[in-house]
């Protein structure tokens, strides 16, 4: 299963992403695509040039089950607690 959280995609990227993946709310995809063309989709998403920010999550069979790929600059950080990657939205004052 893939998971990305997108900031600021152009159109055509956008098109592009509803090939593989539903758009669940604004910027947010989800796709079940079986691990071969998941790797694909992935090498796929980090050959493109990210204007914007994104963050993937991949699910992988070793602990914890994911996997964290940034993508540009994304608007989260990525932290890890108790070697448990997780994302930090930045608080802004």
Known sequence: MLVLFANNLPSACRGRL???FIEVRLSIYVSGLNNNLAEKVV?????YQWDAGAILFKSKSQ???YEIITLGKPDRKIIRLSMLPLTMH???S
């Open 18 to 20: 509803k090939l593989w």
């Open 43 to 47: 090498t796929y998403l980090l050959s």
């Open 63 to 65: 602990s914890p089950g």
């Open 90 to 92: 930045s608080l802004k």
